[in-house]
């Protein structure tokens, strides 16, 4: 008896989430920088906590990626990410021939 096949997570779903999570990092740092020139201490200090869980969360989803990526067939780079993208809006045919 097979373990049921897990689907592959949609590419542009996953990327999406990975860009948002890279712009909540970007406005974090932003937030950062105007505490760091106002020199608001525990501005900076309370950012370096918020900063660390937002980089705790893209390696998590980078990990998941390539996870997906390897699950796909395809490697853990940018080539891989182009053919697992280009493979979910042009999948190849019935018998596995375009």
């Known amino acids: ?44 200090q309370a950012s370096l906590a918020e900063k660390g869980r937002q980089v705790d969360l893209l390696r998590q989803l980078a990990d998941e990626r390539s996870a997906a990526l390897r699950q796909a067939g395809f490697t853990p780079d940018a080539a891989g990410i182009t053919a697992w993208l280009a493979a979910s809006f042009y999948p190849p045919p019935p018998g596995g021939r375009r």
């Open 1 to 44: 008896m097979t373990a049921p096949r897990v689907p592959a997570p949609d590419p542009a779903r996953t990327l999406k989430a990975e860009v948002a999570a890279y712009e909540t990092l970007l406005d974090l740092l932003r937030v950062e920088q105007k505490a760091l020139l106002t020199a608001d201490a525990p501005a900076v």
